[in-house]
């Protein structure tokens, strides 16, 4: 027993609040943004944490007759203290790009759930994550045809890092006279193979992405390549 609630009411608060705030990060890790699942569920469990303490974690030090708990103000500290990690998901590319708003807003929503499940408020806790994923996941659809947004074409290249040589890369990029719009890199720790994502403008014909790609095939530390747009996937695989 720890103050007013149990050990069992504890757990069950932070279970609550890892499990919804990985359903909301399980949409975040399918789009392959740095902070995806375990982000999500580990701010959510957090928040959750900070609640429980302030509402019931200072009782057996705090002399009621002097001292007013608040615990309202630990959701005030925590809603605030999230944008330091809401910027850092916020990225600017060239042409004016910005990307990442959707999961810094994701992220502070789930910041909201965890306190919501620390202070016991179930059915808002799981209202709010059944909001967020009809919001993350059917609105998407519903704002692509409404609004008619193209999506980037994008390019993945599963490359050794020891062969390629990153100015070569650029160079075979400048062929078509673009530039990238985002570029991501994931490391594999266990092999010299990396996944380079690679984020091309919208406006960039068809014409022009199969030079780039053919291009790409010739540069050595490439081991394959492959092209996703409006128009379905085509692979272009080489061996390693």
């Keep these: 027993m720890t103050g007013l609630i149990s050990t069992e009411e504890i757990l069950l608060r932070l279970a609550l609040a890892v499990v919804l705030g990985g359903l909301v990060g399980l949409d975040r890790e399918r789009m392959e943004w740095a902070a995806g699942l375990r982000t999500?569920?580990?701010?959510?469990?957090?928040?959750?944490?900070a609640m429980i303490v302030s509402a019931y974690g200072l009782h057996d030090v705090v002399d009621s007759n002097r001292v007013i708990l608040d615990p309202s103000r630990i959701a005030s500290q925590v809603l605030g203290?999230?944008?330091?990690?809401?910027?850092?998901?916020?990225?600017?590319?060239r042409h004016?790009?910005?990307?990442?708003?959707?999961t810094a807003a994701s992220l502070w929503v789930v910041a909201a759930i965890g306190l919501a499940s620390g202070a016991g408020l179930y059915q808002a806790a799981v209202?709010?994550?059944?909001?967020?994923?009809?919001?993350?996941?059917?609105?998407?659809?519903?704002?692509?045809?409404?609004?008619?947004?193209?999506r980037m074409p994008q390019l993945r290249l599963i490359v050794d890092r020891d062969r390629l040589v990153i100015s070569e890369l650029k160079?075979?990029?400048a062929t078509v006279h673009t530039d990238p719009v985002g570029l991501t890199?994931?490391?594999?720790?266990?092999?010299?193979?990396d996944t380079m994502v690679i984020d091309l403008p919208a406006r960039l014909s068809m014409d022009k992405q199969m030079v780039l790609i053919a291009r790409l095939q010739c540069l050595d530390g490439i081991a394959s390549i492959s092209l996703s747009d409006d128009a379905g996937k085509a692979s272009h695989q080489r061996g390693q």
Excluded at 40 to 49: D, E
């Design 127 to 150: 209202g709010a994550t059944a909001c967020a994923l009809i919001i993350l996941i059917v609105f998407k659809s519903l704002e692509r045809r409404l609004f008619g947004r193209p």
């Design 171 to 173: 160079e075979a990029i």
């Design 40 to 49: 999500h569920m580990i701010v959510c469990l957090g928040s959750a944490l």
């Design 185 to 193: 890199v994931t490391r594999e720790q266990a092999t010299r193979m």
């Design 81 to 93: 203290g999230i944008g330091f990690i809401c910027a850092g998901t916020i990225l600017q590319w």
């Design 96 to 102: 004016e790009v910005i990307r990442g708003l959707t």
